[in-house]
């Protein structure tokens, strides 16, 4: 049975998705039993139809609202219709691919993988809104308190679990314009139905992960040589986005040293007061 990789992604990102994230993906990855899947919130024509010419699958969103939302919604209808193993769900703006990772894809997946942040980012202010009940609200903040934070950016999983977890961020989120919320959700599921924490190369983002790391020739290293599997430039904006001139096949690369020291003592001074 086929394994599944799923992103998705609309028009802003569109020229990364292609040429970035998928190009990084078809050379470095083994892709003989993995189908690709591209949940579309409004690509152009031109990019929908290079990536059919890729044999990718296309979702067309059926549903309005933030795309970090729908998407689990317009996945769970997907996953409920195509049968698969495995899956890996992450996202496309802000990812490139440097190794195979089908290994980890291709193995017997017990629940969930993911990498775990060195710094937690101050998400505990979406709890402070009316999106979720009361009492899971304080399921959540018992559940995660004192926990590293789980990066929901890319994520492996069976296709059972997924769908579970699919069902669960569905029937708990009120406003589908709302944001950070699925972050949340996701930490509390897999903490509170179980997890396998994989090393930071699989998901690394500069701004949350203290391993030390090297740029070279367009690539990221980890300080003992070893080329990360799966390099995560996360920021929300492009302002806080760590790397500067990301891409696939960039010898332009660099690492915002400010901004980078900068977040890191915001997240640490906020933990501190949370009494992590």
Not at 41 to 65: H, M, P, Q, R, T
Not at 75 to 80: A, I, P, S, T, V
Not at 84 to 96: A, E
Not at 121 to 141: A, R, T
Request: hydrophobic share 40%.
């Amino acid at each position: 049975m086929k394994n599944l990789i799923v992103t998705a992604c609309n028009d802003k990102y569109e020229d990364f998705l292609y040429n970035d994230w998928y190009m990084s993906l078809k050379d470095n990855v083994n892709l003989e039993n993995i189908d690709i899947l591209v949940i579309d919130f409004g690509l152009s024509d031109s990019i929908v139809e290079n990536l059919k010419k890729e044999n990718i699958l296309i979702k067309k969103a059926s549903i309005e609202g933030n795309i970090v939302n729908v998407r689990f919604f317009e996945l769970y209808d997907f996953l409920k219709n195509n049968n698969y193993n495995n899956v890996l769900s992450c996202d496309s703006g802000d990812i490139i691919f440097q190794k195979d990772i089908s290994n980890l894809l291709n193995s017997k997946i017990e629940s969930f993988m993911a990498v775990c942040e060195d710094i937690n980012s101050p998400m505990d202010i979406v709890l402070n809104n009316d999106n979720i009940s009361d009492d899971l609200k304080k399921d959540i903040k018992d559940i995660l308190e004192n926990k590293k934070m789980i990066n929901a950016g890319v994520i492996f999983g069976n296709r059972e679990s997924f769908i579970s977890l699919l069902e669960f961020i569905i029937n708990n989120i009120k406003d589908l314009n709302v944001w950070g919320l699925d972050q949340l959700l996701i930490n509390y599921y897999l903490y509170k139905y179980g997890f396998k924490e994989l090393d930071d190369e699989y998901n690394f983002i500069p701004t949350t992960h203290i391993s030390s790391f090297d740029i070279k020739d367009g690539k990221i290293y980890k300080s003992n040589g070893e080329l990360v599997s799966i390099v995560h430039n996360a920021g929300g904006k492009s302002f806080f986005r760590p790397l500067k001139n990301f891409g696939y096949k960039n010898n332009k690369i660099r690492l915002n040293k400010t901004l980078v020291k900068s977040l890191r003592f915001v997240y640490k001074i906020f933990n501190r007061n949370k009494g992590v």
